[in-house]
């Protein structure tokens, strides 16, 4: 696999992103020097995906301590940082559990303030890569025996968003195990939703998937259902923001059409899962995920490459046509047929996830 990652530092010690709003047009990186600057990457999806979010959270921390002792600032200046990043965006959990982790190490700390907020946020980017490489490693042998159910052919696999490393730091969590069935010379095809309205599919999965030279054909939003009905899918996979201790599955929204869709048509639905997502304090995900809702003209704008190579917004309704924008849905549990952990793959149950993760008992 070509490595690349979607985060790093510099010499500087600063830190470094991709502005994911360029791609698949233009390769920008972005330095954020500022726990600001951090936040707002945040916010304007400079960087998106559950994992990467907590990830820049966990740096934006870091870069927090690091103004407060150059600027001579008091502890006031840490709290308003950790209070800014956790409201930068609602529904995936890795950004409260990397505020968290941060925190306790801040808290205990009792040599070097900076030096451990640095190592901190570097573990938790070191950590996610082992994390989406264990996905991978409990993913594939599902890929492995459908490809011997079906002599060697072609196994297609529906995504819908990006799940991939661009979501994460390395691997990614759904590409993880489609990376590794690829390594293996395992024959995969992948139908690439769009994902509107921020088109994180054709944008960001198409584009990676591109780059690791994986087969793959974009679809419309509203396509799954008939590839399903046609036996043009053999499975799906999909990421998730939040996963509660029932098994309740938030995910970008449409993701619960595609669970359905599946459902009726007998495609197993399964669930890339990092443990940084599960939030095992709640248990009704329909009823206690935040729900982010987001500007509206993301809805009313496409964004895309005109004619002459400008990246330019296109409205697609009526100038004065409002529409509503929720980022994310729930998918319950019932219709997930395993969830695809770091540590092994389980029901999408209490009980399940309880074998996997006792320290929740
Ligand atoms: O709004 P986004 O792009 O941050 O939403 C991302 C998703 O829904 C991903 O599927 C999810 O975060 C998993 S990323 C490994």
């Avoid at 800014?84 to 205990?108: G, H, I, K, Q, Y």
């Avoid at 709640?282 to 206690?288: H, T, V």
């Amino acid at each position: 696999m070509a490595k690349f990652r979607t985060i790093w530092t510099t010499e500087d010690r600063y830190v470094e992103v991709i502005d994911q709003r360029k791609l698949p047009h233009e390769f920008v990186t972005e330095k954020l020097e500022t726990y600001d600057e951090a936040e707002e990457a945040i916010k304007d999806m400079t960087v998106r995906g559950a994992p990467l979010i907590g990830a820049t959270a966990a740096y934006g921390i870091y870069l927090a301590v690091r103004e407060m002792i150059e600027d001579e600032l008091d502890g006031s200046f840490l709290d308003e940082a950790f209070s800014a990043l956790r409201a930068s965006r609602p529904t995936a959990v890795n950004l409260f559990w990397a505020l968290d982790r941060m925190r306790e190490a801040l808290d205990n700390c009792e040599g070097n303030f900076l030096e451990t907020a640095w190592n901190t946020a570097n573990a938790i980017v070191e950590d996610d890569v082992e994390t989406c490489r264990m996905i991978g490693v409990h993913g594939l042998p599902i890929i492995e025996e459908l490809s011997k159910r079906k002599s060697g052919e072609v196994v297609n696999i529906l995504t819908h968003c990006n799940a991939g490393m661009l979501g994460c730091i390395e691997w990614g969590t759904i590409t993880s195990p489609i990376y590794q069935a690829m390594e293996k010379g395992i024959k995969v095809h992948v139908w690439v939703d769009e994902t509107r309205p921020r088109n994180q599919g054709s944008n960001l999965t198409a584009y990676e998937l591109t780059r690791h030279g994986v087969p793959h054909t974009l679809i419309v939003d509203n396509a799954g259902g008939h590839l399903m009905q046609h036996g043009m899918v053999d499975m799906v996979i999909v990421g998730t923001d939040r996963t509660t201790r029932n098994g309740d599955v938030a995910n970008k929204i449409g993701t619960y059409l595609k669970a359905l869709a599946a459902n009726d048509n007998g495609i197993p639905f399964y669930v890339a899962l990092p443990s940084t997502t599960l939030d095992m304090s709640i248990r009704d995900g329909l009823k206690e995920i935040p729900i982010e809702e987001r500007n509206q003209d993301e809805v009313r704008y496409m964004i895309g490459k005109g004619p002459s190579g400008e990246i330019q917004p296109v409205l697609i309704c009526p100038e004065t046509t409002p529409a509503s924008n929720y980022g994310f849905d729930v998918t319950p549990a019932r219709l997930v047929t395993a969830i695809i952990t770091d540590r092994g793959i389980c029901d999408a149950s209490e009980k399940g996830l309880l074998t996997l993760y006792p320290e929740y008992k």
